[in-house]
């Protein structure tokens, strides 16, 4: 008897836990991990996770990364406190291992031997990593431009690269169909209800770290929404434990190009056809299959949805390095181009804490001299 079943965030359907469900087998909706009633819960302080034996987990030594105070940028932007949570500095350089090291891990207790995943880079990184690791095969997914570094690290822990031409969607509709071909897992993090689980430590952590001066504001670049959902999970999993006296608003940020969040928050006319390229690769989403429940976590959180030029990520990436010694990638910088505008919209105020996601590492996306 499994301690967990999948249930649709639209329908409420529920379904048995395994690696091939991804989504509702009524009306298509995402799918969440929800716990039995009897689940400790966070009630201990550590999450709970969707396999049996933490003991046999598929880690790497995954999240414990700092919340470094941002001194510099919170002058800048004349606010009281800004830290950065350095998820750069997990094993792949990227917060997806928080996801991924759940999700393989449930792989590994269900005897899965091969995976596919596809990605824009930092995802097929880790999965290919935590596959590794687990002696999993696995088969990325990537668009043909994605940065080098990102393709080479793929390779070098033995996953089976395809690179396919064409937008991020044509990666993913490569991979669908060499799963279906041959009966694989599509190990997807846009689609696991495991990873989205995984990015939950995220708040865990934080709120342990933050304890003495809790942020009213969590700022994360979205594309599928991983470090909004699943942190707002985990927010709500310690609020409802006792541990934590309030949640921030999660405010989600986008890149111009393709913001197909931030134009439903606003209400404005936007679809795919309108997506451009963004240096914002980690963020160039066009179709998120969650774009329902990042927003439904914005209204829950009181946060809002922007989006912001790639000039203006450019910038704040160039600030971080030289004001703080921190060379984030333009996905991530893109979250400071976002605070700034939440800061002159009057959302963020003077006397506010806030906590950035500092996502993934510059080394892996540099851009050309
Ligand atoms: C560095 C970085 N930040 C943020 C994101 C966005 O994650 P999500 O698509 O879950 O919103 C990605 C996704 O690839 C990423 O690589
Ligand atoms: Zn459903």
């Not at 819960?41 to 995954?62: I, K, N």
């Not at 709120?207 to 991983?226: E, I």
Request: charge should be negative.
């Amino acid at each position: 008897m499994s301690h967990f079943d999948l249930c649709c965030f639209a329908c409420g359907a529920t379904h048995a836990s395994d690696m091939y469900t991804l989504a509702c087998e009524r009306c298509g909706g995402p799918l969440d991990v929800r716990y039995a009633a009897e689940t400790t819960g966070a009630s201990g302080g550590e999450p709970p996770m969707p396999y049996h034996d933490r003991a046999a987990a598929v880690t790497l030594g995954e999240g414990g990364t700092p919340c470094v105070e941002l001194r510099a940028v919170a002058g800048m932007l004349g606010i009281r406190r800004v830290y950065g949570k350095a998820e750069y500095q997990n094993p792949t350089g990227s917060f997806k291992d928080r996801g991924t090291a759940a999700m393989m891990s449930v792989a590994a207790e269900l005897g899965v031997t091969a995976v596919v995943e596809d990605s824009s880079g930092n995802a097929g990184a880790s999965v290919a990593a935590y596959a590794a690791r687990a002696g999993i095969e696995a088969h990325v997914f990537a668009p043909a431009d994605a940065p080098a570094a990102k393709l080479s690290q793929i390779r070098v822990f033995g996953a089976h690269t395809h690179l396919i031409e064409g937008p991020r969607q044509a990666a993913e509709e490569a991979a669908v169909a060499y799963c279906e071909a041959r009966g694989m897992v599509y190990a997807s993090h846009n689609l696991s209800a495991y990873f989205l689980e995984g990015t939950k430590t995220f708040a865990y952590e934080a709120a342990r770290q933050l304890a003495d001066d809790s942020p009213q504001h969590l700022v994360t670049p979205v594309g599928n929404g991983s470090l909004a959902t699943g942190p707002w999970k985990g927010y709500v999993e310690l609020a409802d434990a006792g541990l934590i006296k309030y949640r921030p608003r999660v405010h989600a940020v986008q890149a111009r190009a393709v913001m197909p969040v931030a134009a439903a928050y606003e209400g404005s006319a936007w679809s795919s056809a309108d997506a451009r390229r963004t240096i914002a690769g980690g963020i160039s989403v066009a179709t998120p299959p969650r774009k329902a429940q990042v927003l439904d976590v914005l209204r829950q959180s009181g946060g809002e949805a922007l989006a912001v030029d790639d000039g203006d990520i450019a910038r704040w990436q160039r600030l971080l390095a030289k004001e703080e010694g921190i060379y984030a990638e333009p996905t991530s910088a893109a979250a400071f181009a976002g605070l700034q505008e939440l800061v002159a919209r009057g959302v963020v105020g003077a006397g506010d804490c806030v906590l950035v996601a500092i996502t993934g590492s510059g080394l892996k996306d540099t851009p050309p001299a």
